[in-house]
Every structure is written in structure tokens, then in C-alpha cells.
């Protein structure tokens, strides 16, 4: 079977956000219950400085409200909410101002931490505001004083929301209307980095003062039954981002970090690499024999680990090999490169598994390299 080419990411369509597509269809609603007139489309700026014209499917006139829906398109990013339908209800409000809430399918804040308070609707500032700024727009253009109600719903977002972290960041009943462009950019670091900055700012509301960051779900598994007396809330999953995720540890005053991944990654945080995707950097053999001569490992051995192709395939010699320390070596060479990288103001632990969750080394609570002279690096 001929392999799809790889799309290059300057060729890849750009996507709308949730909150993008909830502007729109609040918009054609307003216009709907003003006019009497079923819209088709729905033009709105963005916050990127530009506008975008959004497909209205359904226009639909209630007795005193009026509905209309999109769907979101992800663009060629791999977004859960894609093909997701966005509903917005507008009706006359008995009081002044714009009041907007969520309906079915939006999720409702539980826990603090989040840029939305307790109680209200998972609807995020920026669409907020993009939502607040076009209904003012629309009744400054038809001369209209009058409060108007705003329900954003989303019919399948509690199906949707399974698929996100919002349930551990304790927004409960569905999705999340996000985002700060307007546009959904494939594969963005932003995205991701936001979510980890969220999950951080969630875990300190709580209360957690330990947090144990993980490079993906199956990771994160393992280092849950590792730490079963720790919240959900302190399980983190970073990704690749390892340096930003310690210093927004650091700079929010969380004391103990615990990383918890695989031979394939932590190999590259062990020499230094604090962003560890598989393009960033690329394994350091040498540096691997380095730690296996360190622990005693022989000659033969040296000369396998520096002619290995995968960190994995070390990760194997030195098992079948029984240097079961080389593992213990690696997770502190993790600590110490991770503390030099944040200069210091954590103490950390690093544990590193086997694809089949075999704890292979850890390494707990180091908290500083006496040697290194912070001001000169």
C-alpha cells in the first residue's frame, strides 16, 4: 500500500476555533431576531485582525428566541471539536446589557485556577469578548438598547469533552469554548502549551504542592499507580515541552516535580535537551556509553550501547545485561540537567519505564548541583 505524503505545514489549512464559531452563529441569531430574516451566512472579525465568513446550517425561529448553527472546522489540525455542531440562542433579555451562558454540551467550572471563575460556563475571556463586542456591534448598527440573552450550546460537546482534559481541570458537562486567534493553527505549540500552563494553575488551586509530569497518557498511567495517593490534579502531561513545563512549575512555586516517561525522551533530558520532540534533537549515543562506562558496564557493552540505532535498543542491552544502575543513572542525569536548565528552586524525581510499564530506574528528590555556580551559567 503507497504511503500518503506528508502534508508540508505552510500547505496545511488553517482551522476556527470554538469561539470563532460561537461568534458567528450568536451573530446570524441577533441579525435573525432582528430582521425576521434567516441567515445564511455569517461574517465576523477575528481576533487575528481579519475576518472569516462561517456557513449557517440552521436558522431556526422560536417563539421568542432564535437559533442558529455551524460547524466547526478544524482545518488539517486534529482537533476533537472538529465537525463538532455550535448553536447560538438569542433572545430579549427583561435587563440591560448582554448576558451569556452556556447551554447543553458547554461544561461548567468546578474547580479554581481556570480564567473563568467557579459556577459560570467554560466560555474563555477572549471569546468572551468577541462574543460581547459583536452583539454590541449589531445593536449600535440597528439602534437597539435592549438586553439580549446568549446560550451557547454544543449537542454532542459532553460526548466531545471524554476525549479532552476537562475533566481533570474540573470543567464538568462538556467542552470548552476557546480559543485567542480565532483560527485553529495545525499542530500548534501554543494549543498545547496553554493546556499545560491551565493544568499547572489547576493543580496549585487544589492545593497540590507535587507534581508529576509525564510525556504522554500511557506514561501518565504508570505514574499513577506510582503516586496513588497523589489527586488527579497533580498529574501534568507536558508532552515534549520539559524546560517550559519546569520553569512554569517553578515560577507558580510548586516545591517537588516528579518526571515520569520512557528510555526515548529522558535519554535526550538527561544530555541537556529540554525539548525533547523526536525533530528537536536527536540521541546521544556517545553520551549513553558515557553513563553505561560510568556504572561499570564492559568494553563490549560500551561499544553496543554507541552503535545503537534507538534509545529503546539501550534500554534493552542494559536490561538483558542486568546494569540495572545505568537506569538510576540516567534518571539522575534527568535531575541534574533538568535543575541546571530552571537553575534551581525544585527538588525532582525522575522515573523511567519500559513500553510494557516496567519501572526500569528512578531517581528521588535531588534539589541541587552543588558545583554549578548559578550566576555564571
Keep these: 500500500m503507497e504511503r500518503k505524503p506528508k502534508k508540508d505545514p505552510k500547505d496545511m489549512r488553517h482551522g476556527y476555533t470554538t469561539g470563532a464559531c460561537a461568534t458567528a452563529v450568536t451573530k446570524a ?20 485582525g481579519r475576518d472569516a465568513t462561517f456557513t449557517i446550517e440552521k436558522c431556526i425561529f422560536e417563539d421568542k428566541s432564535v437559533s442558529c448553527e455551524t460547524i466547526k472546522d478544524a482545518g488539517d489540525d486534529p482537533d476533537a471539536t472538529h465537525k463538532a455542531l455550535i448553536v447560538g440562542t438569542v433572545s430579549w433579555a427583561e435587563t440591560p446589557g448582554i448576558h451569556l451562558d452556556g447551554g447543553i454540551g458547554v461544561g461548567r467550572v468546578t474547580k479554581p485556577g481556570l480564567p473563568v471563575p467557579v459556577g459560570e460556563a467554560a466560555i474563555n475571556p477572549v471569546p468572551r469578548k468577541m462574543i460581547h463586542s459583536t452583539v454590541q456591534g449589531v445593536l449600535d448598527e440597528f439602534q437597539i438598547t435592549r438586553g439580549v440573552n446568549v446560550v451557547i450550546s454544543v449537542p454532542m460537546g459532553e460526548e466531545i469533552a471524554k476525549k479532552t482534559l476537562n475533566g481533570r481541570l474540573g470543567i464538568l458537562g462538556g467542552i470548552s469554548i476557546l480559543g485567542t486567534r480565532g483560527t485553529v493553527v ?27 509530569v509525564t510525556t504522554g497518557g500511557r506514561s501518565e498511567k504508570f505514574a499513577m499507580k506510582q503516586y496513588p495517593h497523589l489527586p488527579e490534579e497533580a498529574f501534568v502531561e507536558m508532552g515534549d515541552f520539559v524546560g517550559f513545563t519546569l520553569k512554569h512549575c517553578k515560577r507558580l ?26 525533530k528537536s534533537a536527536s540521541i546521544d549515543f556517545n553520551f549513553l556509553a558515557q553513563l553505561a562506562k560510568d556504572v561499570g558496564a564492559d568494553g563490549g557493552t560500551i561499544a553496543e550501547v554507541r552503535e545503537a540505532n534507538t534509545a529503546s535498543q539501550v534500554g534493552e542491552i542494559m536490561m538483558e545485561k542486568k546494569y540495572d544502575a545505568f537506569f538510576h543513572h540516567l534518571c539522575e542525569a534527568c535531575c541534574y540537567s533538568s535543575i541546571h536548565h530552571i537553575k534551581g528552586g525544585l527538588t525532582l524525581s525522575t522515573s523511567i519505564y519500559s513500553m510494557q510499564g516496567q519501572l526500569l530506574g528512578r531517581a528521588d528528590d535531588i534539589a541541587s548541583i552543588d558545583e554549578i555556580d548559578w550566576d555564571r551559567g
Design 29 to 48: 441569531a441577533l441579525l435573525a431576531l432582528i430582521t425576521n430574516e434567516e441567515q445564511e451566512t455569517s461574517t465576523i472579525h477575528l481576533p487575528i
Design 186 to 212: 495545525p499542530f500548534s505549540s501554543s494549543a498545547y502549551m496553554a493546556s499545560i500552563v491551565q493544568a499547572i494553575s489547576v493543580a496549585k488551586e487544589a492545593g497540590c504542592d507535587h507534581l508529576v
Design 253 to 278: 512555586g510548586i516545591k517537588q516535580v516528579s518526571l515520569v516517561g520512557m528510555m526515548g525522551k529522558f535519554s535526550k533530558v538527561a544530555q541537556g535537551v529540554m525539548m525533547v520532540h523526536s
